[in-house]
Every structure is written in C-alpha cells, then in structure tokens.
C-alpha cells in the first residue's frame, strides 16, 4: 500500500484512567494516548500519531472515547485490533475499529460528548468502588441538584465552571467559553450510589468536575440552587465550588453525525 493508499482508521477505546496522567502524551507519566501510539506503531510497522475526540484529566476513566490514526498497513481490522489488545496493558482496551472516511477527524467531527459523574454519598464505601466513585459521606438533597441540571441545559458562558489551560483567553474569536448542554440528569440506581450526566457539544478543561462539586454543595445545604444559578451568570471560576476529585469521572460516550 502507497502512501497515496493511507487509510483512516477510528478507534473506540475504554481506559481505567487511575495510573495515567491523562489522554493527551506529556513528560511526566504515563498517558492513555502515548501507550497506544507505541503499540500501533509497533504493529503498523511506521510511526503512528493517535489523535482523540478530546482530553481527560489524570485519574479519569472512559468507556467510549473516540479517537483516529493514519495508516499505510495493509493489516486487516480483526488482526489489528486483536494485536492491540495483546499489546497494550490490561487498563487499555480497544472496542472497535473501523475504517472510515480520510476527512473523519475524532475531535473536530464529534457532535457531543457525555461524560458520567459517580458519587457515593454513604459512610461506608466499598473498597471496589474507590477508583471510580467519589466518597462524599453527606445526606444529599435531590430536588435542589436535580434543579442546578436543569439550570445548566441550553447554551451558556461557562467560565465560572472552567479551568485554567482550556484554551488561550487573549484569543478574542471563536466561541470562548460558551458551550451547549443538550442533557443534565441525576440518576440514582443503589443505595447511596448516583450518577450525574451530562451531554453537550463540547466541554472546557474539568468543566464537568467543577460543575459536579458544586451541585453537590448545593445537594448538601452549603448553597441554593439559586445561588449556583448566580454563580453560573457571574463568569467568575473563583465564585464556584471545589472541583469534584477525578476518581468518579468517566467519558462514556462520543458521537459524530
């Protein structure tokens, strides 16, 4: 296969994020990117660059994100992702391979992403859970929550709820701060153990843990839902809550037209 033959391939790939500093390939540990890149370009025989449908935080986990490479290999799908999985470490695995279509980019053809935020809020966690659940031991009021999700569909400035490293602020174009969220649920499914959802086009950097530690102090009395309502119009990330720990994040899915 010529250069001129080079394919696409996209990739959905589920990760226990725990032991990684995230997706995206940086200096100081191990990432989730980095790991399959080595093996893929073991297995293609050429160096390949994996790009994926956005990044996740150290310690975050996903289930379905998205991502694509270029290739020049003849290997057929079902060798090559079966050469992946033996290869890569057991955190990693990929789900589905496809060939897809060369203008096909995982980050800038996603139409929305949803992302789970898992919460157990009883004394005492299981230790199987600790990974993947953050352990907020407080008697939690669902209405108000339930309220702060409502308050947040729709297209709004996130900038109360953004941390910094999303993207350069002196760049006065573009869409800024300004994201869509098509769905924000609570979903409570055991005894202590709930769920908060959320789908949107696109999120800044650990919007989804900002917005989740302070819905859970409103949950908890600290604030009203009219109070985050507030803090949601004041732009302002100083006027939020803490940041909900990475532990209970997962991307669960990413999805393109």
Not at 50 to 62: E, K
Not at 107 to 127: C, E, H, Q, W
Not at 147 to 171: M, P, W, Y
Not at 235 to 256: E, F, H, M, W
Request: hydrophobic share 35%.
């Amino acid at each position: 296969m010529t250069a001129s033959q080079r394919k696409t391939i996209k990739l959905v790939i589920a990760y226990d994020g725990t032991d990684y500093c995230g997706w995206q390939k940086q200096d100081n540990g191990p990432t989730i990117q980095e790991e399959i890149e080595q093996v893929a370009s073991v297995i293609c025989n050429e160096p390949i660059t994996v790009y994926g449908a956005g990044r996740t935080d150290a310690g975050v986990h996903a289930l379905g994100m998205t991502a694509h490479f270029k290739t020049i290999s003849a290997i057929d799908l079902p060798r090559l992702q079966q050469g992946l999985n033996s290869m890569l470490p057991p955190a990693i695995r990929i789900l589905d391979l496809q060939n897809v279509a060369d203008d096909f980019h995982a980050r800038f053809s996603a139409v929305s992403k949803t992302y789970r935020y898992s919460v157990f809020n009883g004394d005492i966690m299981l230790p199987e859970d600790r990974l993947y659940r953050f352990h907020y031991p407080y008697k939690l009021a669902e209405a108000p929550m339930k309220a702060c999700l409502k308050q947040i569909v729709g297209t709004h400035d996130f900038s109360s709820f953004e941390n910094s490293g999303t993207r350069d602020k002196s760049i006065q174009s573009g869409k800024g701060a300004v994201r869509t969220i098509f769905s924000a649920k609570l979903e409570q499914h055991a005894a202590n153990c709930f769920d908060m959802h959320f789908t949107g086009d696109g999120f800044l950097r650990q919007m989804v843990r900002n917005l989740s530690g302070s819905i859970l102090e409103v949950g908890r009395g600290l604030r009203t839902a009219r109070e985050f309502q507030a803090i949601l119009k004041q732009k302002d990330r100083q006027a939020a809550g803490v940041s909900a720990p990475p532990c209970g994040l997962t991307l669960i899915k990413v999805d393109y037209q």
